[in-house]
DNA sequence: CCTTTCGCTTGAAACGTCACATCGGATGGT
DNA sequence: ACCATCCGATGTGACGTTTCAAGCGAAAGG
């Protein structure tokens, strides 16, 4: 309990302060067991006199690597991702590591920036939902050295780690709801198709469509220019713009975060949820069951994905047999009331 | 572009392959001005060729301090927090810095376990929203001489940096709202008491209340055990329970999860909103706007309010006149639909 | 031609920790 | 009384970077 003279105490000032060297510290911290016990006790007590605090930098020097993984996130704003960093930081706090939680905002510079950082901080592993697969500084980085693990996005290829949903079987599936509630025109809100997710999602409802040989013109298509609550209220308004018989009856959105917009605008028009409209989301994130009308959606692993990816990222840094893998998790339809009951 | 051989290079290596010495290296890396342009270039080549990457911890170990901040939030489910954890973000990155953003869940060992770690890492400073304000492990890491910023709490002492909003205030303008708006009978939603904002935020409530000469009995107080959307469902239900005669009109909610929840809970029973219960929830999270019926909520300044503790702590960290500061922002209503329309 | 100056490069030391080989002294067996 | 054994403590070197005083060669000035 001594005043602080302005810098940490190291393990030489312990040492000094217990009448041992400093060696003997170092094997109090290391391997208590072979230290006698009056030794021991008396440098515990000069440590907590100095408040003394491993210096971890020094450790990582030491042992030429950090105790600490990277999530390097896709979209801040959208809890989904909040959900996969907690699975994430729950397998680190299991291996006692430390996590570093970045978001690049969907901007590629942003992005590159980050891994740049934790290149340099050399990491066990980054996790990563990328902007975009196959930028060159995802090459760049994996070149160096450092584990990095895809999340939410299949590898194209056979040599990284990824863990991801099936999201064209989650389109199916959301799909395939909607027709058994008896929809007949179902659209499709989501875009840009720049992203993967939109894309396999999109592709899945439609293979569900041909497969039963419904028109296509009966699943519409409503782009939109990003996956957010505010593209999801204008979409409802397009929707609403269209001439009843062509407007669909249901609505299968590529995220939540659309389907809550595209909610509120109905709910604001007047528009009976699901009498009139019946919504499907995707992500099930916790606001699609606290919305207003709670909301039917394609519940991904969100937590198993964070902690399988941990998983992975951790054995391929220290497995030297590690082999990459490729998890791909099963999507499960939630249902909920907005898509309770068919139109009357 | 050479192929990996298991271990980074170093500078030494970089400068084996450049034929320079070690210190050339360092100084094109620091201070490239002193070094010929030659030489330099060809050390540049060297380290792309070799994918040379720096070394963080041996920087931080020489330099005695690290280049990260850290955030220790409270509730990792409520997005209020991720917002403050953005403007954090948004104020290292001007600094150059990393951040690590950790969630103690409100489990006050969880956040002793961070705080240790944190400390470990000899990050420039802790940013913190306490679980207890008392809790002696907050003093004692104070004590190891790393900056501790208090967010969303102000300190009850004068010895460390805080920022808050005044919570007070906030339950001032909230409960002044509704009143304008005609309500007779005001319930306050919230709890536990334990937690300082919802203690400040219900005094609020109660001083103007009293200031008005306003009969005690019509500012119902229902607790509840968490700020959640379900303990806000929960509440829904005891509020729908009561004798109509005593039914207040009007919510306060201490903040937007429980409001959230409450609004489900009418919509799903019918309840019209505002016509039959006008809500107010608390902090404006995103997803407040984003509701069925548009919240009405008391904005915090969240961005902002991590600037701000990001600045305080570096300022700290790096400014030996720093002075300790008391950060207070005043908070602001959002009148949105639900609290639109007086009842009938 | 010698000295001064200047621009650039060098080499060594230090940051704090950990592992390993070494060393000292006590104990016990012969 | 002497040696082997063993437990416990010690000292040193290395991790990769940065800094700084010192060195060195060449150009400029006398």
Redesign the pocket.
Known sequence: MTARNG??P???EVAAAAG?????V??V??RPS???T??RERVERAMAELGFV??ES??Q????TSRALAYVMLDGGNPFFHDVAAGIESAAEDADLSVFVCNSGGGIEREAKHLDRLLQQRVQGILLTPVDPGAPHLAEAARRGTPIVLVDRAGDTRDQCSVAVDDVLGGRIAVEHLLERGHQRVAFVGGPESVGQVRDRLRGAREVWAELGRPTDDLLHLPTGALTVAEGRAAGERLAGLPARRRPGAAFCANDLLALGLLQHAVGAGVHVPGELAIVGYDDIDFAAAAAVPLTSVRQPRQELGRTAARLALDEATNPQHRHEQAMFAPALVARASTGLTRS
Chains 1, 2 share one sequence.
């Open positions: 810098r940490a190291s393990v030489k041992v060297s400093l060696g003997t170092s094997n911290l290391n072979v230290v006698s009056s030794t491993r210096n020094a450790r020097l030491r042992a030429g």
